[in-house]
């Protein structure tokens, strides 16, 4: 079974609205971490944001904010004001610690800004 | 500044070639990690290493093999066994060998490789 789930292949959005990608993942591991990477078509990987299975806030940085249901199992990214520069793809990863350090990644969303 | 350095950026193999990736990071990381990926897809974990000369198979590890004799530096060869190995393949290290909370990732800048 997928661990990390992103349902949408390819997203529009118009330059400074709002846009939310989804995750959904799943584990038996009570202690766990979730990332959201960003990587543009340079390839690189660029880290945006993490929650913590134990944290009791949603994590912020920035423009960037993650909706974290834990019941739902779903640690979806908002963006807020899109710009131009955000278009590329976006990666879901989750860490288990108790399954060692390696990150486990979604197939991702490739996110599209329209001027 | 500390990262982890990735060459060739692109490499081009014959079919029937073993080829190496380097991967070498001064950040003083325990782990290290080899991903691959393919056309508009998510990574998968090739290879892991959490210490010095130890090593882990991860998901896809067939037609794979690397060594990790220093810290530093954790090569990936891509062996003729690997029937499709055009892709794109990222290198990552992270701090510490128990599982960590907060602890980041970092990634080189990836290698290309092509089969020609």
């Known amino acids: 079974a997928q661990k990390i789930t992103q349902t949408q292949p390819g997203m529009f959005v118009q330059e400074k609205e709002a846009v939310t990608l989804d995750c959904t993942y799943d584990?038996?591991?009570?202690?766990?971490?979730l990332f959201w990477y960003k990587q543009p078509s340079s390839g690189e990987m660029i880290f945006l944001i993490y929650q913590g299975s134990y944290d009791q806030q949603n994590a912020t940085e920035g423009r960037y904010s993650l909706n974290f249901q834990k019941a739902r199992k779903s640690a979806n990214l908002v963006i807020s004001a899109s710009q131009l520069g955000d278009s590329a793809m976006y990666f879901c990863a989750m860490r288990e610690d108790n399954a060692g350090n390696m990150l486990t990644f979604g197939g991702g969303t490739r996110l599209m800004v329209k001027p | 500044d500390g990262g982890i350095t990735q060459s060739p950026k692109y490499l081009f193999r014959k079919e029937g070639q073993n080829v190496t990736l380097s991967c070498e990071q001064n950040l003083n990381h325990d782990a290290m990690y080899w991903y691959r990926q393919d056309p508009g897809q998510g990574l998968r974990l090739i290879y892991y290493?959490?210490?010095?000369?130890?090593?882990q198979k991860g998901d896809i590890a067939e037609g794979y093999s690397v060594s990790r004799e220093k810290k530093e530096s954790f090569p990936l060869t891509v062996t003729s066994a690997q029937k499709n190995p055009t892709a794109f393949y990222l290198c990552?290290?992270?701090?510490?060998?128990?599982?960590?909370?907060?602890?980041?990732?970092?990634f080189g800048s990836g290698t290309r490789l092509t089969v020609v």
């Open positions: 990552a290290s992270s701090i510490n060998l128990r599982p960590q909370r907060r602890g980041g990732y970092t």
């Open positions: 290493s959490q210490i010095v000369n130890d090593f």
């Open positions: 584990t038996s591991d009570p202690s766990y971490g």
